[in-house]
């Protein structure tokens, strides 16, 4: 017989690739008009609406809608992404599914493509059934915007759930390589997208109510969803949609899930060539994603558990617990959840108790990591509690950028960003003396895990806490930020609030009134006189807004005699609050409580009240 | 020409195939036959390259077969229970095939389409196990294989469809210098077709040779005594008595024909006749030897 000239390899693969896509046509064609469906065709009918009531400004109306991130992204942004995940699992499913059935290993086996090909140009099957029609309604959604402001955004959009949705395709296929088990992918497809934030944010959220100076603000949203391609959509969209780093944020979301895709489809085709066919349709060919999915559920259901049964312990005893029999029940509870947690994955993932005795080593490996853990997280993080920079190595230092106004010990502590080195030394020395009484607080060399007490510090108003944050960017240009959420007892904040109130003088003494942007008479929350440099039109509480700069003059008067500003906030009567420029058109903003001191400057704002007796202004 | 050397497979403890060696030669038609569980299906997917082996090799045309694209192109496996999606027809099949062998022949696909009677557009799912085995036949000559392996193949076939296909089988290897192995516990059909014979045991070949010398190794032999000599009458024999009723024998005898006769006519036996022995009854006559079965 004269055989016609052997395919190549990647005729093959292509072949294969095409038949594939063929195969699953119909699954494909739904999923397609789903999606269109979803997005699109909803955009589409408000479009006709508008052009059919013949009304320009209703189309403006939708237009503007879309463009300040409205209903027509929200909706791509919020329902495109549950189609995609459901689908692309579908799609991978139906392509790894050769690696579970016998009788199809037996079919796909035997056929004449190596298992590298014939694994990638499955994969490729799936990935281009899974995101083609999310890119193709994607861009006919964003053309159907007519709006070339609106148009990136949902392209960036559609670009980030393509990715998410490459990375759901990718970690299925390592997967389904690592399972002999169709039901064993879907299981840990599901417990990998839901373990890895509940352990990630527990990682957080542990420490936070222990470490002096961590924080549950210090959960990132990305972060959450690093290795959950069923969340990544939304954490990628919704986490960066309001700002203004928009694009740059969404460079690290799509350069992540491309590079993890490339890596876990690398990693799986490196299994996939050393894979037994016989693995079909028997447990696990690679424990490795049993490893992964096991140490995440132990660590996060067993501190969740240990943490639960020192809650009811100290609920049901009623002579409460030490933290000697906290640590005791927590680290017991930590190894009856481990046991639990593993008992039931063991069971799930090998229908039965079989071999369980040697995953007790996989709970010990985890048992290690987590004492390790709550010793270290407990103990202080190898000095993290206790750490301040020292003043030297420190360029600036911010206090909680949540808020304009913040109050330590009853004292306004001005959110602002502070070089002067009087000033740096101020906050360090506030600063020692928190990370002195937190570590105060430990016993034994270790701190108490249950009393979380975010009432400490509050900011702007009485009812609306804020966690102290300060944020210190160092002359070797790396940053250190703690953020206190409990209280660790009062400090000394008056050397702080001295250097703040002696810097202000100077700078009121020394800045050219032209370079004021507002000044705001307040008294009782009410402004009595203000000036605008800016907008002169909104000026309307004060005739003579140039005498109102002398206030300036009359405040360094009244504080000839020493060398920093008054302050006698309990005493206020009015509230001046000035803002200004300096050459390089930095802002910076003063705030000082008027009292009787005050004597000139009181006499003046009396004086100019006079004079705006036209304006109705009711003080 | 297809060569194993020291082929093992493992199934975790279980060892399936136990350092095998074997040659099988280019145009012929190997019976692969044994006890259950001695790894004929394992050896099939091994050639196939379903399996990878766990020692050992498996060369074919001078060839490490294993994840060998070239030369799975030559060869084609049909398992004892071949797949089929839920919507698959033959002409889908045939999609399948087309673009992966080279040596796809359309028009001997379209022949044998009509020479099996089942139809080009209709489910094989739906279809009785026969027909999906003649699916599976129709797909496999199309893609005119060098080599062919196929498992349980007569499992279902009615004795037309049995006799088109063994037609078939010489044909392809008379015309086209084709190897097929079968394997199969059916062993009148293996010995209707088959040059040669791989007796297996727990991975193990225990017979290997061609059906005539295999057959001839043993001999099925009647005899009766009007008066039974003295002692052991079978002495120095490798014998196995089938039936023993007076002085009436009938014994499984293996050996050289012609010394065995010598030596039993040398007992003056009032009647023996040598009978000619199945394959059934060779087959019976290793595994009992081996212990299988007792």
Avoid at chain 1, 80 to 85: K, M, Q, R, S, Y
Avoid at chain 1, 527 to 537: G, H, Q, S, V
Wanted: aromatic share 14%; proline share 3%; with cysteine.
């Amino acid at each position: 017989m004269e055989n016609k000239k052997t395919l190549s390899n990647k005729q093959k693969a292509i072949y294969h690739f095409e038949w594939t896509l063929r195969k699953y046509r119909p699954v494909f064609i739904a999923y397609c008009i789903l999606m269109f469906m979803v997005f699109p065709l909803v955009e589409l009918c408000l479009l006709m609406l508008s052009a059919k009531r013949n009304s320009g400004y209703r189309l403006f109306f939708y237009k503007e809608r879309l463009s300040t991130y409205g209903e027509g992204i929200f909706l791509h942004a919020a329902a495109t992404p549950i189609v995609a995940f459901i689908f692309s699992t579908v799609f991978s499913l139906l392509c790894f599914s050769y690696l579970h059935n016998k009788r199809l290993t037996d079919l796909y086996g035997s056929l004449p493509l190596n298992r590298k090909t014939l694994f990638l140009s499955r994969y490729f099957s799936a990935a281009t059934m899974s995101i083609v029609p999310i890119l193709v309604n994607g861009i006919i959604g964003a053309l159907l915007t007519f709006d070339t402001n609106t148009m990136p955004n949902l392209l960036m959009t559609t670009i980030k759930i393509s990715v998410a949705t490459l990375g759901n395709v990718s970690f299925i296929a390592f997967i389904s390589v690592c399972c002999g088990l169709t039901i064993d992918t879907i299981v840990s497809t599901i417990l990998l997208n839901a373990m890895y934030p509940l352990f990630y944010t527990i990682t957080i959220v542990f420490p936070s109510f222990v470490l002096p100076g961590f924080s549950y603000y210090n959960l990132h949203a990305n972060l959450f969803t690093l290795f959950c391609p069923a969340g990544a959509p939304y954490t990628g969209i919704f986490s960066s949609i309001d700002g203004e780093d928009f694009f740059d944020k969404s460079f690290f979301f799509i350069a992540w899930w491309c590079i993890i895709s490339i890596i876990v489809v690398a990693l799986a085709t490196i299994l996939c060539k050393k894979r037994k066919a016989e693995a079909a349709q028997s447990g696990f060919a690679f424990p490795v994603v049993e490893i992964i999915i096991k140490f995440f559920t132990c660590f996060t259901g067993g501190l969740a558990f240990g943490y639960f049964v020192v809650f009811v312990f100290e609920e049901i005893l009623s002579f409460g617990l030490g933290l000697r029999s906290k640590y005791f029940f927590l680290v017991s509870g930590f190894a009856a959840g481990i046991m639990i947690i593993n008992f039931l994955t063991h069971l799930i993932f090998h229908k039965g108790i079989e071999n369980f005795r040697s995953s007790l080593k996989e709970c010990g490996v985890v048992f290690i990591f987590g004492i390790s853990f709550i010793v270290i997280v407990c103990t202080g993080f190898f000095g993290y509690d206790a750490y301040v920079p020292n003043a030297d190595d420190v360029q600036s230092v911010s206090f909680s950028e949540e808020c304009e106004h913040f109050y330590l010990n009853g004292r306004d502590i001005l959110p602002v960003e502070y070089s002067d080195r009087d000033s740096i030394n101020a906050i360090i020395n506030v600063h020692n003396q928190i990370a002195h009484n937190a570590t105060s607080t430990k016993y034994l060399g270790f701190y108490n895990f249950t009393d979380f007490d975010p009432s400490l510090y509050n900011c702007d108003t009485d009812y609306f806490y804020y966690p102290l944050t300060l944020k210190y960017h160092l002359k070797n240009g790396k940053n250190v930020k703690r953020i206190y959420t409990t209280n660790y007892g009062d400090v000394d904040s008056s050397a702080f609030i001295d250097a703040l109130l002696e810097r202000d003088l100077n700078a009121l003494k020394t800045i050219p009134k032209d370079n004021i942007t507002t000044i705001n008479v307040i008294k009782s929350d009410v402004p009595i006189l203000r000036y605008y440099a800016t907008t002169p039109e909104f000026v309307d509480y004060s005739n003579n807004t140039e005498e109102l700069k002398d206030l300036i003059d009359e405040v360094i008067k009244d504080c000839n005699d020493t060398s920093k500003l008054i302050y006698e906030p309990s005493k206020k009567v009015y509230e001046l609050n000035i803002n200004y420029e300096d050459s390089q058109y930095n802002s910076y903003y003063v705030s000082i409580p008027i009292s009787f001191s005050y004597s000139n400057t009181m006499k003046k704002i009396e004086y100019l009240k006079t004079l705006n007796t036209t304006n109705d202004i009711d003080d | 020409m297809i060569e194993i050397k020291k082929l093992t497979k493992k199934f975790d403890e279980t060892i399936a195939l136990n350092d095998m060696n074997c040659k099988i030669y280019d145009g012929s038609i190997t019976g692969l036959t044994g006890s259950n569980g001695s790894g004929k299906s394992t050896l099939l997917r091994t050639l196939s390259g379903v399996y990878a082996p766990d020692g050992g090799e498996i060369i074919i045309d001078d060839e490490l077969a294993f994840d060998n694209p070239s030369i799975k192109e030559q060869c084609f496996f049909i398992s004892d229970f071949p797949y089929f999606y839920n919507d698959s027809t033959l002409r889908k099949m045939a999609d399948l095939y087309r673009g992966l062998y080279s040596t796809w022949d359309e028009e001997y696909f379209q022949k044998l389409c009509s020479l099996f009677p089942i139809g080009n557009d209709k489910k094989i799912i739906n279809m009785s196990k026969g027909m999906q085995r003649q699916a599976s036949l129709i797909l496999a000559f199309s893609t005119r294989p060098k080599y062919l392996f196929l498992d349980e193949i007569f499992d279902g076939l009615d004795p037309v469809i049995r006799k088109t296909l063994k037609s078939l089988l010489i044909q392809e290897v008379t015309d086209n210098n084709m190897t097929c192995i079968i394997a199969s516990h059916n062993l009148r059909e293996i010995d209707d077709i088959c040059d040669n014979i791989i007796l297996l045991h727990a991975g193990n070949v225990i017979a290997k040779d061609d059906t005539d010398t295999i057959k001839n190794r043993i001999h099925k032999i009647q005899l009766a005594f009007t008066t039974m000599p003295e002692g052991d009458i079978f002495d120095g024999l490798d014998v196995r008595i089938l039936n023993h009723l007076g002085n009436y024998y009938s014994v499984m005898i293996k050996g050289n024909e012609k010394e065995i006769m010598d030596k039993l006519n040398a007992l003056n036996p009032a009647f023996i006749e040598l009978l000619p022995a199945t394959l059934e009854e060779v087959f019976i006559n290793e595994m009992e030897g081996i212990g299988y079965g007792k």
